[in-house]
């Protein structure tokens, strides 16, 4: 493949070891390199490349893919609050220098928190990702709460941003949520116990004109 000389490779998807060290080799030699994996964040990317080897060549890939990694975006697809279709929820690594000091050093269960800081880099967490689709109206509190990777995390976050759950049959963010600790439920207005006024009797025999005096 290398010897027809391409920009760019795209790996289907890196199953076994044989293809991982192909996509890695490739990276090193000057390509730009795509693969895919089935793994739910950027971490487990991180660590499922690595644990695929051999623990005597382990070290040498957290080598290898800490110069050469450029980036992962992991997705999961949440169904739509209005019923057409699904949305793609988002994480986000940038391999900046301070990830990539983690990968080297197998560090990889603090890449969370750097991702979690890395907003100027344009870095976020799956689970802020979901939230802002919660905000942002495009998806439920509950169905976003069921693909949150940290539920309390989640809940902090749907916290922080202010989002109210709404009663059943409301419109807002959050429409048929669950409850969160410390999150009020909207106040309700209680009911007139008065009722609306009468309407006002018309003259008999002028029915369209209630204000009509008799000479």
Same mark, same amino acid.
């Given at each position: 493949?290398?010897?027809?000389?391409?920009?760019?490779?795209?790996?289907?998807?890196?199953?076994?070891?044989?293809?991982?060290?192909? =996509?890695?080799?490739? =990276?090193?030699?000057?390509?730009?390199?795509?693969?895919?994996?089935?793994?739910?964040?950027?971490?487990?990317?991180?660590?499922?490349?690595?644990?695929?080897?051999?623990?005597?060549?382990?070290?040498?890939?957290?080598?290898?893919?800490?110069?050469?990694?450029?980036?992962?975006?992991?997705?999961?697809?949440? /169904? /739509?609050?209005?019923? $057409?279709?699904?949305?793609? +929820?988002?994480?986000?690594?940038?391999?900046?220098?301070?990830?990539?000091?983690?990968?080297?050093?197998?560090?990889?269960?603090?890449?969370?928190?750097?991702?979690?800081?890395?907003?100027?880099?344009?870095?976020?967490?799956?689970?802020?990702?979901? +939230?802002?689709?919660?905000? /942002?109206?495009?998806?439920?509190?509950?169905?976003?709460? #069921?693909?949150?990777?940290?539920?309390?995390?989640? +809940? /902090? #976050?749907?916290?922080?941003?202010?989002?109210?759950?709404?009663?059943?049959?409301?419109?807002?963010?959050?429409?048929?949520?669950?409850?969160?600790?410390?999150?009020?439920?909207?106040?309700?207005?209680?009911?007139?116990?008065?009722?609306?006024?009468?309407?006002?009797?018309?003259? $008999?025999?002028?029915?369209? $004109?209630?204000?009509?005096? $008799?000479?």
């Amino acid at each position: 493949m290398l010897r027809q000389d391409p920009d760019v490779i795209l790996v289907g998807e890196m199953r076994d070891l044989e293809t991982i060290h192909l =996509a890695i080799t490739a =990276a090193e030699t000057g390509h730009l390199v795509f693969a895919t994996l089935h793994t739910v964040d950027a971490v487990q990317t991180v660590d499922r490349i690595i644990d695929v080897f051999p623990m005597s060549q382990q070290q040498q890939v957290r080598m290898q893919l800490s110069v050469n990694l450029v980036g992962v975006v992991s997705q999961t697809l949440v /169904r /739509r609050k209005d019923g $057409r279709g699904r949305i793609a +929820a988002f994480e986000i690594l940038y391999a900046s220098s301070a990830i990539r000091n983690l990968i080297r050093e197998n560090k990889s269960y603090q890449i969370n928190s750097i991702i979690q800081t890395g907003a100027k880099q344009k870095m976020h967490t799956l689970d802020q990702s979901l +939230a802002n689709l919660v905000e /942002r109206g495009l998806v439920s509190l509950e169905d976003a709460k #069921l693909k949150a990777k940290d539920p309390h995390e989640f +809940a /902090r #976050l749907i916290q922080l941003m202010g989002i109210k759950p709404d009663a059943p049959g409301g419109q807002g963010p959050g429409t048929h949520g669950p409850v969160i600790p410390g999150v009020a439920p909207p106040p309700v207005a209680p009911p007139d116990a008065n009722g609306p006024p009468p309407p006002s009797q018309g003259v $008999r025999g002028q029915p369209n $004109r209630p204000t009509f005096k $008799r000479d």
